[in-house]
């Protein structure tokens, strides 16, 4: 006779053909925040069953009890073995797990931007083509500025995310599939009660008759009282903000302080929540039960109500927080139990964990977060034709070479510069396209920071290398649509013999000297060089006070000027010249001194203008010249001791009257 299930208590169906595989056994692990494990021991006349066709498929089994109450067990196939055979019958051992459980096999990198953790996690869901979840949250969540999956399982990513915040998970199962409920409270429980469970002691003989709990441990350890929590605060520096959450029990020893240094920007408020997540996470299963049961209402994230127990501070509603199961029928080996029938003997057991509906459950972070361990590499991103792309902290985005999506970029990212004040230090800006170097905070993908920059290919150094081996410097391009034409440029030439500190300005050069300034060229006499000054337009020099000196005291000085020159003195000017003074003038000279002109010479002056000259000396003045015209508009006089007037050709006097002695 053929294997049936028909009119058995437990029963499953998979994607054969019905009772291909029939239901022998099965041991079930469940809990809150935890993948379930439903391990099924199956039994078939077929031992040629095609793994790939139960391989991620679905499988339900249902188990009926006497009051004609249903639980499902719903999962997909991980895991398929074929053992042999036990009583003529081939043995094969399939392994359930949530659709969750496939992101365990699934991993990446990726950047979340702005997006509250329950978004997060939903995303991920989706971006897996799974869509059966339901979201039971009371709590709020902000939105996390950046937030990295890096090198890790999805399951593992949404794991330690859910943990961070205080979010568990807990499995519904009905007769079309498994479906996964988020939660941070027992409010996401309430359509998940279950009533009234009794408790009759083991050697009571009514448990045989009803189903209830027949083993119960209730269990107390000392906890920390108080949780305390410190973080940092980037935009308010050097800020410290702070949480505290109190809830100490009524035993002796009960106040003691858990403190965590989180280090993770946030604000003052999500610093208080986190601190009550913390220790609510402690307090969980401080107080919690441990029991055992036949009734098929138990089981992870249900509630249920104990009653008649003899401790009557237990009688209380209770979640259960972990469940598993032992479910087992005949091996089919008799003739009856072969065609099915109710009497074919079953074994149900449920050891479980609980704890009351008052103390609030949170998953215990188990979850590590990735580390990066040393710098990485990444590249510069902006908008489109935008050359620099900062916020008002000078911070840069970048995408790091292990993004897969283009859009993939990074958060702001705080540029690390040699030193940083109050307004002022050094600032150099990373540009689009650079390629930089990333450390981050504490190892954590997280808290990514830029320390530096490299060349490579496509972005060389500013001088060829090996060739200018002895060169260093700062070369920075114009901004934007700069070519390596337009530069201001700060360099160093240390090649021996050849030492040079070169600096050039694209444009306007200023240079504030608040105090005094030197300039020494050729420092010691046996270190001799020259200073050369080329300016192609304006120059223009401002004294606000003070003295303007020139001295040379070895050499000659030229100036040599191709237009005109104005000097303006508003005072006195004097020349003081040890040697000769030589001026040629191609055009005209003309000297105008409202003051008069004072000429003066211990050994002489003499005014020449072609064969005419005035000589003027200590004893005598001589003038000389073909002809010398003496005119006076009113009255010419000529006096000395003696005067002697000579005409070696003709000597002509003239006037209207002429008078001798």
């Known amino acids: 006779m053929s294997l049936t299930q028909s009119d058995r208590p437990v029963s499953v169906s998979t994607p054969l053909e019905t009772d291909k595989l029939v239901f022998w056994k099965m041991t079930a692990d469940e809990g809150l925040g935890k993948l379930f494990h439903y391990r099924l021991d199956l039994l078939s006349e077929d031992s040629d069953i095609n793994f790939n066709l139960l391989l991620g498929e679905q499988v339900k089994v249902w188990l009926q009890n006497d009051n004609?109450?249903?639980?499902?067990?719903?999962?997909?196939?991980?895991?398929?073995?074929?053992?042999?055979?036990?009583?003529?019958?081939?043995?094969?051992?399939?392994?359930?797990?949530?659709?969750?459980?496939?992101l365990t096999i699934s991993?990446?990198?990726?950047?979340?931007?702005?997006?509250?953790?329950?978004?997060?996690?939903?995303?991920?869901?989706?971006?897996?083509?799974?869509?059966?979840?339901?979201?039971?949250?009371?709590?709020?969540?902000?939105?996390?500025?950046?937030?990295v999956q890096y090198n890790e399982t999805d399951f593992n990513f949404v794991s330690r995310l859910m943990e961070s915040a205080g979010i568990y998970y807990y499995f519904r199962h009905d007769e079309h599939g498994h479906k996964l409920v988020l939660a941070d409270s027992v409010e996401a429980h309430k359509d998940e009660s279950q009533g009234d469970i009794p408790y009759f002691p083991p050697e009571n003989k009514e448990r045989r008759t009803e189903e209830h709990i027949f083993s119960w441990l209730s269990?107390?350890?000392?906890?920390?009282?108080?949780?305390?929590?410190?973080?940092t605060d980037y935009h308010n520096p050097p800020t410290v903000t702070s949480g505290q959450k109190s809830d100490s029990e009524s035993h002796s020893l009960s106040e003691q302080e858990r403190y965590e240094f989180h280090d993770y920007n946030s604000n003052p408020d999500d610093?208080?929540?986190?601190?009550?997540?913390?220790?609510?996470?402690?307090?969980?299963?401080?107080?919690?039960?441990?029991?055992?049961?036949?009734?098929?209402?138990?089981?992870?994230?249900?509630?249920?109500?104990?009653?008649?127990?003899?401790?009557?501070?237990?009688?209380?509603?209770?979640?259960?927080t972990h469940a598993?199961?032992?479910?087992?029928?005949?091996?089919?080996?008799?003739?009856?139990?072969?065609?099915?029938?109710?009497?074919?003997?079953?074994?149900?057991?449920?050891?479980?964990?609980?704890i009351s509906r008052e103390r609030a459950f949170r998953p215990a972070r188990l979850?590590?977060?990735?580390?990066?361990?040393?710098?990485?590499?990444?590249?510069?991103?902006?908008?489109?034709?935008?050359?620099?792309?900062?916020?008002?902290?000078?911070?840069?985005?970048?995408?790091?070479?292990?993004?897969?999506?283009?859009?993939?970029?990074?958060?702001?990212?705080?540029?690390?510069?040699?030193?940083?004040?109050?307004?002022?230090?050094?600032?150099?800006?990373?540009?689009?396209?650079?390629?930089v170097i990333v450390h981050f905070i504490n190892g954590d993908p997280d808290r990514p920071i830029v320390t530096g920059a490299v060349y490579n290919t496509e972005m060389p150094p500013?001088?060829?290398?090996?060739?200018?081996?002895?060169?260093?410097?700062?070369?920075?391009?114009?901004?934007?649509?700069?070519?390596?034409?337009?530069?201001?440029?700060?360099?160093?030439?240390?090649?021996?013999?050849?030492?040079?500190?070169?600096?050039?300005?694209?444009?306007?050069?200023?240079?504030?000297?608040?105090?005094?300034?030197?300039?020494?060229?050729?420092?010691?006499?046996?270190?001799?060089?020259?200073?050369?000054?080329?300016?192609?337009?304006?120059?223009?020099?401002?004294?606000?006070?003070?003295?303007?000196?020139?001295?040379l005291k070895k050499g000659d000085q030229s100036i040599d000027i191709a237009g005109k020159q104005a000097v303006d003195i508003a005072g006195n000017q004097t020349v003081s010249i040890k040697g000769d003074q030589s001026t040629e003038i191609n055009g005209k000279q003309q000297i105008s001194a409202k003051g008069g002109i004072s000429q003066k010479s211990p050994a002489s002056i003499e005014?020449?203008?072609?064969?005419?000259?005035?000589?003027?000396?200590?004893?005598?003045?001589?003038?000389?010249?073909?002809?010398?015209e003496i005119k006076a508009d009113g009255k010419l006089d000529i006096k000395s001791p003696m005067t002697t007037v000579s005409g070696d050709a003709v000597l002509t006097l003239k006037g209207g009257i002429i008078k001798i002695n």
């Not at 499902?72 to 019958?89: I, P």
């Not at 989706?126 to 709020?140: C, G, Q, V």
């Not at 005949?330 to 479980?352: H, I």
């Open 68 to 102: 004609g109450e249903t639980r499902y067990f719903n999962g997909l196939v991980a895991e398929v073995t074929y053992s042999g055979q036990v009583s003529n019958f081939e043995h094969y051992q399939v392994i359930l797990r949530p659709w969750l459980w496939f």
């Open 107 to 147: 991993s990446g990198c990726r950047i979340f931007q702005n997006k509250a953790v329950p978004d997060i996690i939903k995303q991920i869901f989706r971006d897996n083509s799974f869509s059966d979840f339901e979201e039971k949250l009371s709590e709020t969540y902000q939105n996390l500025e950046y937030c």
């Open 219 to 231: 269990r107390a350890e000392v906890q920390s009282g108080t949780y305390s929590v410190q973080d």
């Open 271 to 320: 610093t208080k929540r986190y601190a009550r997540i913390r220790l609510e996470e402690l307090k969980a299963m401080s107080v919690m039960v441990c029991a055992e049961g036949n009734s098929i209402k138990l089981g992870s994230g249900r509630l249920f109500t104990l009653q008649d127990y003899p401790r009557d501070d237990q009688n209380i509603e209770y979640l259960i």
């Open 324 to 354: 598993n199961f032992s479910i087992s029928l005949d091996d089919y080996t008799s003739s009856q139990t072969q065609s099915g029938g109710k009497d074919s003997p079953l074994v149900y057991q449920c050891r479980f964990e609980a």
């Open 367 to 435: 979850t590590a977060k990735p580390v990066v361990y040393g710098a990485q590499t990444a590249v510069v991103v902006g908008a489109k034709d935008e050359e620099i792309n900062i916020d008002q902290h000078g911070r840069i985005k970048v995408r790091f070479y292990w993004s897969r999506d283009n859009t993939g970029n990074s958060c702001w990212v705080r540029v690390s510069q040699s030193l940083a004040g109050n307004k002022w230090g050094s600032l150099h800006i990373p540009r689009v396209g650079q390629e």
């Open 462 to 551: 500013p001088y060829s290398m090996p060739a200018n081996k002895t060169q260093s410097g700062i070369k920075t391009r114009s901004s934007t649509k700069g070519t390596a034409e337009n530069f201001n440029e700060l360099r160093f030439e240390d090649k021996k013999g050849s030492e040079e500190v070169y600096l050039h300005a694209e444009r306007t050069f200023t240079r504030i000297v608040e105090n005094d300034d030197f300039l020494s060229v050729g420092f010691e006499k046996s270190d001799p060089g020259d200073q050369s000054v080329q300016i192609y337009g304006n120059r223009s020099t401002m004294l606000e006070t003070g003295n303007d000196s020139l001295e």
């Open 607 to 628: 005014l020449k203008v072609g064969g005419s000259s005035i000589k003027i000396e200590p004893a005598k003045i001589t003038i000389k010249s073909p002809q010398v």
